[in-house]
Each structure stands twice: as C-alpha cells, then as structure tokens.
C-alpha cells in the first residue's frame, strides 16, 4: 500500500501540488488585515487591475461568504472551479499513469 501511495505520489504532476498548496493557503491565510501584493500595478499605483480580488474572492468562497466574494471579485467562483476542474484532471492523468506503471 505504501509502494501505491509513493508511485502516485510521483506521477502527480508538480503543477497540482502548486495548485493544491495555493488554495490551501488561500483557504489558512487571515484576509481581514492589510497584505502585501505582488500586483505590478497596484504597485505602480494604478488603481485598476483586472485580476486583482481574485485571490480575496476564492479565500471568501472557501469559507461560503458568497456576498463578500462577489464583492471582491464578480469572477471569483469561475476562477475557483477553473482550479478545481485543472486539478482534477492533474489526478486523472495521473492515476492514468499510476494504472500503467503498476501493470508493468
């Protein structure tokens, strides 16, 4: 069972766990107080960026505040089922994968 587990640990591609990781974070992170951004033009000053409450949006939708995640973001939820569905083929290629090295 442990071999298993290591196998498909393996196929999993690194993108998955990127992706994974970042919604936990998303999910663990305290959106109330100030944060830094990595935002070029929030950092340049210009107020408009059509990305920008994306990361706010998921972080509202995890914890089912679905006014406040329209509120950041009206795309939040597209976005967040974009990931889920990305990662959910990451798993089925990979169990694809897992399925032919075990035959072997």
């Given amino acids: 069972m442990i071999n298993k587990l290591k196998i498909f640990l393996k196929t999993f591609p690194l993108e998955g766990y990127i992706w994974i990781a970042a ?5 663990i992170t305290n959106m109330e107080s100030s944060h830094f951004t990595l935002c070029p033009f929030n950092n340049l000053g210009i107020d408009f960026c059509p990305g920008c409450g994306l990361g706010r949006s ?7 505040d679905f006014t406040g995640s329209f509120n950041a973001h009206p795309l939040g939820g597209v976005a967040l089922l974009v990931l889920l569905y ?17 035959s072997y």
Avoid: D, P, V
């Fill in 23 to 27: 919604l936990l974070i998303l999910a």
């Fill in 58 to 64: 998921i972080h509202h939708l995890i914890r089912f």
């Fill in 86 to 102: 990305r990662i959910f083929l990451l798993a089925k290629n990979s169990m694809q994968q897992f399925k032919t090295k075990l």
